[in-house]
C-alpha cells in the first residue's frame, strides 16, 4: 500500500506499508549506499530480497556482492569503505557471530559501515527468535550500537547512523539493532522521505586522507604490537567519547529538515515518567508491551512510567544517571543473558548499575529476564514487573533481585 503525501515542502514524499526490514532496505537506498554484500540469515533475509529489487528497478546504483559467508561478507563491506564507499550488509544471531574477525578489525580500524543485525537467539538449541546477545557481542569493541522499536524509527536510522559514523570526530562502525520477527517482520505505516531531503541531510561518504587509494599511499592495520597498540587504543577511546556530541548534533539537523523530535531526547525515551514512582527501563520492542501497562495502571491511580533506551554505544551515562534517580525503583529488562555475571544479573542491569553507582541517592534496582528466544513479553508480564519492582522500595537487599518472567519451572 502506497499513499503521495503532497503537502508541499514536506520532506515526506509518501506513506507506504512496510515491515522494519523494507524500511531498511527504502532507508539503504536513499542513503545513497555504494556496495552491499549479502548472505542473508532470517531474520534480516528480506532486507537484502529488497534491496536487490530496488537495484535491479534502476532506483539505486551500487554494487550487490553474494557472499560465500557471513564472514566474507563482513570483509567485503569493510574493504568497500577503507576505499571510500558507502558500505552496508547485515546479519542475524550466529551469523554475525561467525563473522567476529571481520567485526573487530573494521572497528579497530574505524571504518564507518553500517550493519543491520536482527536480533536471534544464538543457537543451540536452534531458535529463531529474538534475543539481545548478538548484538550486544560487540559493545567493547568501538562499534556505535543503537536499537529501534519502530519501521519509522528503522529507516530515519540508517540515514542517521551513516551521519554519526562517518563524521571525521568518529569514524565509527555503526550497528543497527532490530527485534527479530517483532519488528522485522511487522507492518507498519512509514513515511518515505524525499531523495532531496536525504542528501541535504547525509553528505557524500569521505574518508578523508584515511581513504586506500594509490594516489594516497597509507599502511591500514600494519602489524604495531606494544610498539602503538595503546596509543591506537587511546584514539578509538576518544572517538567513541566524542560519539555523543555526534548523535545530539545529528539530531537536531535530521529534526530540522524532517520535522522529528529526536533531539529532545537523543539517547533514551520516557513515557509518562513525570511524577512517576516506579519505572521500567528496555531495549527495543518491549516499549509496546510496557507502555501500554503504564498507561491500564495509570488508570488505576499507580505512579509508574517507562523508559526506553535507543543508544546503548555510546552509553548516554550522565543523562540517563539524571534521569533514573528521580525514581524510588528501576526494573531493568533484560532480553539477553550474561550468566556467572555479578548477581548473575543480565548485560543491561549492570551497565545501569555502574550508571547509578556515583549518584549520591539511588533508586532500587531489581532485574527482569525475559523473552528469550522469541517468548512474547505481555502486558501481563509487564505489570507484573511493575508490581515486582514497586516491592523492592526499601526492602533490605533489594538491590540486585533478579527475577525469571515467563519461564516454566
Not at 74 to 79: L, Q, S, Y
Not at 185 to 200: D, G, L, N, W, Y
Not at 277 to 287: D, I, S, Y
Request: net charge negative; hydrophobic share 45%.
Amino acid at each position: 500500500m502506497t499513499h503521495t503525501l503532497t503537502a508541499t515542502g514536506n520532506a515526506y514524499v509518501s506513506e507506504e506499508l512496510l515491515t522494519g526490514c523494507q524500511a531498511v532496505a527504502q532507508g539503504v537506498r536513499l542513503a545513497d549506499v555504494d556496495v552491499i554484500a549479502a548472505y542473508p540469515i532470517r531474520p534480516y533475509t528480506e532486507v537484502m530480497d529488497l534491496i536487490s529489487k530496488i537495484i535491479a528497478d534502476g532506483r539505486l546504483t551500487a554494487e550487490y556482492i553474494i557472499a560465500d559467508s557471513e564472514h566474507g561478507q563482513f570483509e567485503i563491506v569493510k574493504h568497500a569503505s577503507s576505499v571510500g564507499a558507502r558500505a552496508f550488509a547485515g546479519s542475524s544471531g550466529t551469523g554475525w557471530l561467525y563473522g567476529f574477525e571481520a567485526l573487530a578489525v573494521t572497528a579497530t580500524d574505524r571504518l564507518p559501515v553500517l550493519f543491520l543485525v536482527g536480533n536471534r537467539a544464538l543457537d543451540d538449541p536452534g531458535a529463531f527468535g529474538v534475543e539481545h546477545n548478538d548484538a550486544l557481542a560487540v559493545r567493547d569493541l568501538g562499534w556505535l550500537l543503537c536499537w529501534v522499536t519502530t519501521p519509522q524509527e528503522a529507516l530515519e536510522h540508517v540515514l542517521i547512523g551513516y551521519r554519526v559514523a562517518e563524521d571525521r570526530r568518529v569514524q565509527m562502525p555503526m550497528a543497527l539493532a532490530m527485534d527479530g520477527a517483532f519488528l522485522t517482520h511487522s507492518q507498519h505505516i512509514v513515511r518515505i522521505p524525499s531523495v532531496e531531503a536525504a542528501r541535504k541531510f547525509l553528505p557524500p561518504y569521505d574518508l578523508g586522507d584515511r581513504r586506500l587509494h594509490p594516489d594516497n599511499p597509507i599502511s591500514i592495520a600494519p602489524q604495531v604490537n606494544e610498539d602503538w597498540v595503546m596509543e591506537i587504543r587511546r584514539q578509538n577511546w576518544e572517538a567513541a567519547r566524542r560519539a555523543p556530541q555526534v548523535i545530539a548534533e545529528a539530531y537536531r539537523e535530521f529534526d530540522a529538515i524532517f520535522g522529528t523530535d529526536y533531539a529532545s531526547s537523543p539517547f533514551f525515551t520516557e513515557f509518562m515518567t513525570e511524577d512517576a514512582e516506579v519505572v521500567l527501563v528496555g531495549l527495543g520492542t518491549v516499549a509496546a508491551p510496557a507502555r501500554t501497562a503504564v498507561r491500564r495502571l495509570r488508570e488505576k491511580g499507580e505512579r509508574v512510567g517507562y523508559v526506553g533506551l535507543r543508544w546503548f554505544r555510546p552509553f548516554p551515562t550522565v543523562p540517563l544517571r539524571e534521569c533514573l534517580r528521580r525514581f524510588q525503583a528501576v526494573g531493568v529488562i533484560d532480553r539477553d543473558f550474561a550468566h556467572g555475571s555479578p548477581d548473575d544479573g543480565g548485560i543491561l542491569l549492570h551497565e545501569i548499575r555502574s550508571c547509578l553507582y556515583p549518584a549520591a541517592e539511588r533508586p532500587a534496582v531489581v532485574n527482569f529476564i525475559i523473552g528469550l528466544g522469541g517468548r512474547d513479553i505481555s502486558i501481563a508480564d509487564c505489570q507484573r514487573m511493575f508490581d515486582l519492582t514497586r516491592q523492592a522500595v526499601g526492602a533490605a537487599g533489594g538491590d540486585g533481585l533478579v527475577r525469571w518472567i515467563g519461564v516454566r519451572e
